[in-house]
C-alpha cells in the first residue's frame, strides 16, 4: 500500500459562484471539467483540479483562508494577459492578484 499522499485538487468557498466560475474560466483560462451551476464548478488542472463550491452547499465546510499556485512560462506575458491593474503584488519570480472572493491566486515564473 501506498503511504504517501499526492495533492489530488483543491476546492474554495464562494459566495457568488457565477462570479468566481468567470474569473477562473475567463481570467484565468482554466477549463471547466464537471459542473453544477447551484452547488460547484471543478476545473482540471494538470493531474489535478480546482473546485470552486458554493458556501453552505456542504455540511462540512473549511476555513476560507487559501492560497493557489500555479507557474507559467512567461510572468510578463501572463500579468499582460491578465491585466497589470488587477495584481497585488509583483516580484522578480512571481506576482499576486486576488479571485472575486479574496483568495490569494499567485503565479510563479519556472
Known amino acids: 500500500m501506498e503511504t504517501r499522499?499526492?495533492?489530488a485538487g483543491v476546492e474554495l468557498y464562494f459566495n457568488d459562484l457565477k462570479k468566481?466560475?468567470?474569473f477562473y474560466a475567463d481570467?484565468?483560462?482554466l477549463q471547466i471539467s464537471d459542473e453544477d451551476p447551484?452547488?460547484?464548478a471543478r476545473f482540471r488542472v494538470g493531474a489535478g483540479f480546482i473546485c470552486l463550491e458554493r458556501k453552505g452547499s456542504e455540511s462540512y465546510p473549511s476555513l476560507d483562508?487559501?492560497?493557489l499556485f500555479f507557474e507559467?512560462?512567461?510572468?510578463?506575458?501572463?500579468i499582460h494577459a491578465i491585466g497589470d491593474e488587477r495584481f497585488v503584488e509583483r516580484q522578480a519570480k512571481w506576482a499576486v492578484l486576488h479571485d472575486p472572493e479574496g483568495h490569494n491566486v499567485l503565479l510563479l515564473e519556472r
Not at 72 to 78: F, G, H
Open 5 to 7: 499522499a499526492r495533492v
Open 20 to 22: 468566481a466560475r468567470a
Open 27 to 29: 481570467t484565468l483560462g
Open 38 to 40: 447551484q452547488r460547484y
Open 65 to 67: 483562508k487559501a492560497v
Open 72 to 78: 507559467v512560462s512567461d510572468l510578463q506575458a501572463a
